[in-house]
């Protein structure tokens, strides 16, 4: 099955090499291309022993993944007296959040497949990661991506205050950093993903982004909030190119600036976050283009300290009747010496029928009773939203509901004041 994973998509037979021009990415022909599978009898091993033997080992996959020469698809499965448990590790430049559902789901039809000894046939591949590229560069010089230039450049002209620190740390580094998680039940996770957004037509990360815009703005005692957003970056920006199927890198990065008061209303600020995101033009694709690939490329601007990257649900994606989640660890994913780049990065997902979140810090930098804290002040701000939506019969609409989105906030009651008035 992964044989096949390897053969059927292009980006897993990649490889990064150095030459005189640069770092050049190619694909390796599929003859030159073998799956990297091992499995490891650790029958016998204590629990205890066997956590640590299995992070010992994930450890060490992970690390073993090479850039120059590849594979960047390793697996090993781990024997034990449980139950087997099965890693894969497949380097990040060539894989992103919805590569691995395709990878997972690709991977639960072919297992199912040779388990009964039939040919692995996969769904039809969209554009390959080549076909994309080379279709982003010519987008890339157009007209219509330099209608965003003057948003993107409003929004790397504002000045973000620092965020408050209990130490100055001289480089931030992944071996510093440490994660402090939080959790909804799985009636408040319910209510997140459905009954919360009737009021005001929002979508999760609207919701969550209010909770966090409210908890860092508590915290800083300042209105506006810098956050670096992650969207999955497939957006049909290239009219006949479709890369709902293609597994590779595609992540779009881009800061968002909110500008909330708890003062105003819990009502209030969603609507304003809700409106904020919206006016993002293509989800924020077109920022990272613009920066790197356009004739016009700019200097880096605006920095937000903090990150958030909601991720989604993976509960279908990894419970099948084949597998499920295994609680081992699977390994450091990121080299200790890399630089962390973000004081806070927030993470979210839905797992478990649970929205679990993280925040990774650094240890150098904030003391954990810190970040606790405001992990707190997070969930609290998120359940009282919640609460308030769950609680809220009426719907209220902005201007993103309609064709309106030049139109202003209050601009919006006014209409809707003078049609209550003429319906009266």
């Known amino acids: 099955t992964l044989q096949a994973l390897m053969e059927h998509h292009d980006a897993l037979r990649m490889v990064y090499r150095e030459e005189r021009e640069g770092i050049i ?11 990297s599978f091992e499995i490891v009898d650790l029958y016998g091993t204590d629990e205890d022993m066997l956590k640590s033997q299995i992070q010992r080992l994930a450890d060490q996959l992970q690390s073993s993944l090479d850039l120059k020469n590849g594979p960047l698809l390793k697996a090993e499965q781990y024997r034990t007296e449980q139950g087997d448990h099965l890693l894969i590790a497949v380097h990040h430049l060539v894989v992103d959040g919805v590569s691995w ?3 997972l789901e690709d991977f639960a039809s ?12 996969l769904p039809q591949k969209t554009h390959s990661f080549k076909d994309w590229a080379e279709a982003l560069s010519t987008f890339a010089q157009s007209e219509e991506l330099k209608k965003q230039a003057d948003y993107w450049a409003q929004a790397d002209a504002e000045e973000l205050r620092p965020l408050p620190k209990d130490h100055e740390p001289t480089k931030r ?14 009636e408040e996770t319910a209510q997140l993903l459905t009954d919360v957004h009737h009021p005001y037509g929002t979508e999760i990360n609207d919701i969550l982004l209010s909770a966090l815009g409210l908890t860092i703005g508590e915290w800083t005692e300042n209105g506006k909030v810098g956050i670096n957003l992650e969207g999955h970056g497939r957006e049909e920006i290239i ?6 199927r293609t597994v590779g890198w595609f992540t779009a990065q881009y800061p968002l600036i909110l500008q909330i008061s708890k003062e105003d209303g819990v009502s209030s600020v969603i609507k304003t976050v809700k409106e904020t995101v919206r006016r993002v033009p293509d989800k924020g694709v077109g920022y990272g283009i613009l920066r790197y690939l356009s004739s016009d490329e700019t200097e880096k601007g605006v920095t ?10 993976f509960d279908n994606e990894v419970k099948t009747e084949w597998f499920e989640p295994s609680p081992y660890d699977m390994g450091r994913q990121v080299s200790e010496e890399s630089e962390a780049l973000y004081a806070l990065s927030f993470s979210g997902m839905v797992t478990g029928g649970r929205f679990v979140i993280s925040c990774s810090y650094n240890q150098e930098e904030y003391e954990r009773s810190t970040v606790e804290a405001q992990m707190q002040r997070f969930k609290d701000n998120l359940l009282m939203i919640i609460r308030h939506c769950t609680a809220k019969e009426e719907k209220e609409f902005t201007p993103s509901d309609f064709s309106a989105q030049d139109l202003e906030m209050d601009e919006m009651g006014d209409i809707f004041d003078m049609l209550e008035e003429n319906l009266t």
């Open 173 to 186: 580094l992944v071996k510093h950093t440490a994660a402090v998680k939080c959790e909804l039940t799985e």
């Open 239 to 244: 009219p006949n190119v479709n890369i709902s």
């Open 101 to 103: 559902r395709i990878l």
């Open 25 to 35: 990415q190619t694909y390796l022909p599929v003859s030159e291309c073998k799956a």
């Open 110 to 121: 072919g297992y199912k497949q040779a388990q009964q000894q039939n040919s692995i046939v």
């Open 304 to 313: 937000p300290e903090i990150s958030f990257n909601y991720l989604g649900q």
